[in-house]
Nanobody, 123 residues
Framework: EVQLQASGGGLVQAGGSLRLSCAAS????????IGWFRQAPGKGREGVSCISLNDGSTYHSDSVKGRFTISSDNAKNTVYLQMNSLKPEDTAVYYC????????????????WGQGTLVTVSS
């Protein structure tokens, strides 16, 4: 059974940092990518960052490029999202999700989802 466990959310002031973690189990790291989506109140889910677990290649959306960094520790089966220079507009529930390599990084392609973790950035 595949499980993704997201953690690390919280309340932070604008300009601050947080690191989210996504612990994966039951997943072959050679065959999947893991990404982070976020959903702000009243908005749709937005793909933020993704990492291919076989070669470490990454993607970051324009809205977070230069501020967020996705990484993985394959020995710990964990993917991290380091979020720096946080802005109030980054406030959202953040979800990690897994997609088989070769598929697009978009909501409808994701095969497994973790529960969300709330990030609140105060101004």
């Amino acid at each position: 059974e595949v499980q993704l466990q997201a953690s690390g959310g919280g309340l932070v002031q604008a300009g601050g940092s947080l690191r989210l973690s996504c612990a994966a189990s039951g997943l072959s790291f050679d065959d999947y990518a893991i990404g982070w989506f976020r959903q702000a109140p009243g908005k749709g889910r937005e793909g933020v960052s993704c990492i291919s677990l076989n070669d470490g290649s990454t993607y970051h959306s324009d809205s977070v490029k230069g501020r967020f960094t996705i990484s993985s520790d394959n020995a710990k089966n964990t993917v991290y999202l380091q979020m720096n220079s946080l802005k109030p507009e980054d406030t959202a529930v953040y979800y990690c999700a897994a997609v088989k390599l070769g598929n697009y990084f978009r909501e409808e392609s994701m095969e497994y989802w973790g529960q969300g973790t709330l990030v609140t950035v105060s101004s």
